[in-house]
C-alpha cells in the first residue's frame, strides 16, 4: 500500500492476478519445453539403441534362437536358458536340431523324450529332441486319432519322407501348448531346417483340414454316419496346430533371435532368414552377433588386427543392413563355452 495524502491506491494485484499473468508471459516458454519434452521423450521411446536384450525378453513365455550351422546358436539359447532359472523363472531349454547335444554343453545327459533337471542350475530343465525316439510316440498319436475307416491317414503320414521332422515338431508344438513352465527357450537347427520346421503347423493344419472335408465326404458317398472319436480327434489335433501358429506370430509371447558372425555368409543367410519368417508372419526383432575379436588382445598381432578388420567392416555392414534391428556383440572367447559358470559368462554380456 502506498499513501499519497488522504488516497489509498492499491497497486498490489491480488494472487490470482499474478498466477494469470506468470501464466500468460511464460506460455510460449512453458509450450517451448512441454514440446521439447514430448519429443525427446518419443525418440527415446521408439529408439532401439536404448533398449536392452533384457528389455526384449522381458514377460516373453516363448524365446526362439536361430540361423546358420555353426554360429553359436546352442550357446546363446542355452547361457539364455541358464540366466532365466538364476531369475527364478522355472525355464525348459528344448534342442530341436538333431545334430546337436545340449548334454555337451551342460556337461551332463539330457533326456531325448523326458524332460532331464539341469543339477547346477535351480528351475532349469533340458531336452533334446530326437526325431527317430519321437517317432514312436508321434506314430501312437496318429494311432489314437483314427479309425479303421481312416487308417491310411497315419500310415501315410509315417511313410512320408519328412516323417521324423513332423514327429519331432509335434513334440514340439506339445511345449507350445504347455503351461508346465514359465519360459521355454528353443535351440533351433540351422536356418533351412528350422524354416521347415516353422512351416509345418501351417501345412499340418491344412492337412488335418482336408482330412476333415475328405472324412464327411466319404460317409455321405458310403452312406454311413460320420462322427465319432476320429472327427473328435483331427478337430482337436487341429486347434492344437492353429494355436501353434498364433503363438509363433504372437510378438507378445514369442521372441525370436537370429544369431550370426560378423561375415559375408551369415549375413546373407540372415537377410533370407527374416525375409522368409516375415512371410509366416514371424517377427525378427533382434540380432547377435557372435565371436566379435576384442580389441584388447590385438596387441600389434597383425592377423588379428586383420580379422578385426574385417569384422569391422561386416559390422558396419549389418548395422546399415539390419539397421530397424536391436544388436548385440558377444565377444569371443578364449576358450569352448562348455559348463555354467561360462554360460553364466555370456548370460551376464547378453543380459547383464
Known sequence: MLVKGTQHWNILPDTLTVIFLII????PVLYILLHVWVKTYLSLLLDSSIMTMQDLINNKKFLFFGG????????MASSTAVWLADQGYDTLVVATDPTVSLSAIFEQQIGETEVTRIKEVKNLCGLNINPKK?????????????DELTGMFGKEVMSTPCAEEMAAFDQF?????????????????????TLRELSM????????S??????LVLGKLLNIKVGGDTLDNLNIEQKRYENAIKI???TKTTLFTLVLLAENLPIEETARAIENLSQLKINVPALIINEIIPTEVLKGNWFLEKRRSTQDRYLDIIGKRFKDLYKKEVPLFETDITGIENMRKIGKILYG
Open 248 to 250: 509363433l506370430a504372437d
Open 68 to 75: 546358420k550351422g555353426g554360429v553359436g546358436k546352442t550357446t
Open 173 to 193: 508344438v506339445s511345449y507350445l501348448n504347455s503351461d508346465e513352465h514359465d519360459i521355454i527357450v528353443f535351440d533351433t537347427a540351422p536356418t533351412g531346417h
Open 24 to 27: 500468460l508471459v511464460c506460455q
Open 134 to 146: 519321437a517317432s514312436g510316440v508321434f506314430q501312437a498319436r496318429l494311432n489314437h486319432m483314427v
Open 201 to 208: 503347423p501351417f501345412d499340418w493344419a491344412n492337412y488335418i
Open 210 to 215: 482336408r482330412q476333415l472335408q475328405n472324412r
